[in-house]
């Protein structure tokens, strides 16, 4: 342990183990892919030191570059001052293959690799055995267990979850999300750092399946699945009938656009520890078994060319509507609000709306939506697929959920 290790070690004693926002110079990121060298680049831009590691020199030079075409693009739109740019390319960002020297000295510790759970603990078990005493420790997880991983630590008290949404320099939203053992000064802290970053900061108040925003999107990923199967709906139709309420993708082609191994995967542990009504369906399965993943590989639901789904929009269904979407959305929000997860509903609706790009959150919508409506269209989708995650809860058949938290 350095000399300065120890001050800094003395020093958190002295506080009584909590940081200030002040306190916080340095970030390490570890893995440098997609979100990985995106929230290097956005703590970057904070004016932060980054040190951004990952395990082969080739992937750090990757990461790298990767925020080198970002920056440029920045430049060249007039968003970012070239003079910024190259100070944050050549003097705050540190690449890095050593994990140790990467966390020595920083603040923050943000872990970005692989969704796999022991790949995870694997490394917040070095992590931890490199950073200070008084660091902030974070994963990135989507979906996984933030009290699962933190038993890989020393400091448990002092690991979250924070979770960025793809692409990171774009979305706004991040889920500050408390594993069990997770302190409140430590959540606190890292909403400020969050805020100081340039996101919205929605704190998760428990650890559960989907924090609050990807949660409340997996019973419509569960209806994606039916119709599917089922093969009455041609899937251009239903993104066509999507597009004309405003959504920038429907659901067909974001699913493609994710990745159909990706929108298997969650499922697959949406089907594990939720219900196992979220299992992945006959049509994704073989899709996978095909190889056809979507964008990646050039065909999944859709034909991909030139990064674009081939769509033919000049029919849309009305077989499932918007309104019956909406209602399944809502109807997971009141469950995520019974649940304890968010601490209101106006933390539910900012989810959304920084989450899912949605002009306003479920709660917001259905303010003046009649409950006979919502629970006509959830009843109908019960009904017709057989899903018990469909049927309504008693707050929306009887109009309740619209005094939550009053």
């Not at 916080?24 to 995106?38: E, V």
């Not at 750090?60 to 080198?68: C, E, L, N, Q």
């Not at 003097?91 to 943000?110: E, H, K, M, R, Y």
Request: proline fraction near 5%; charge should be negative.
């Amino acid at each position: 342990m350095s000399v300065w290790t120890v001050f800094r070690f003395l020093d958190f004693l002295k506080k009584g183990g909590i940081m200030n926002i002040a306190d916080i110079k340095k970030i390490a990121i570890i893995g440098s892919g997609a979100m990985g060298h995106g929230i290097a680049q956005v703590c970057a831009m904070a004016g932060y030191t980054v040190a951004m590691q990952d395990i082969k020199q080739e992937f750090v030079d990757r990461g790298m570059a990767g925020i080198k075409v970002s920056l440029d693009f920045l430049v060249g739109k007039g968003k970012t001052p070239q003079d910024q740019a190259t100070n944050i390319l050549e003097n705050l960002l540190q690449p890095t293959t050593d994990l140790a020297a990467a966390v020595s000295d920083a603040q923050v510790v943000i872990e970005a690799v692989p969704e796999i759970m022991d790949l995870k603990k694997s490394v917040f078990k070095n992590v931890s055995q490199h950073a200070p005493a008084d660091a902030i420790l974070a994963t990135n997880t989507s979906t996984m267990s933030i009290s699962e991983i933190a038993t890989a630590v020393n400091n448990p008290e002092r690991f979250l979850g924070m979770h960025f949404f793809n692409p990171v320099n774009r979305m706004k939203l991040v889920e500050i999300i408390k594993g069990d053992k997770s302190d409140d000064a430590c959540a606190d802290l890292l909403i400020e750092v969050t805020k100081k970053i340039g996101k919205i900061p929605v704190k998760v108040l428990k650890d559960s399946p989907g924090f609050i925003v990807n949660r409340i999107s997996a019973p419509n990923q569960a209806l994606l699945n039916a119709i599917l199967d089922e093969g009455k709906i041609p899937p251009q139709e239903l993104d066509s009938a999507m597009r004309k309420t405003g959504m920038p993708m429907g659901p067909f082609e974001l699913a493609d656009f994710v990745g159909l191994d990706v929108f298997a995967h969650t499922m697959s542990y949406y089907a594990k520890t939720l219900s196992p009504e979220f299992a992945p369906g006959r049509v994704i399965k073989e899709k996978m078994e095909k190889g056809d993943l979507g964008m990646k590989t050039g065909q999944g639901i859709f034909k991909w060319e030139n990064g674009k789904a081939v769509i033919d929009v000049s029919r849309e269904t009305t077989d499932i509507t918007a309104m019956e979407m909406l209602a399944i959305q809502l109807n997971e929000a009141v469950r995520v609000y019974k649940e304890g997860i968010a601490a209101s509903v106006s933390d539910i609706d900012l989810g959304v709306v920084h989450g899912m790009k949605a002009f306003a959150g479920p709660f917001a919508i259905c303010a003046n939506v009649e409950p006979s409506m919502l629970t006509a269209s959830l009843d109908k989708l019960h009904a017709r697929f057989g899903l018990a995650i469909f049927k309504p809860e008693p707050e929306v058949s009887d109009g309740s959920y619209k005094t939550f938290g009053a």
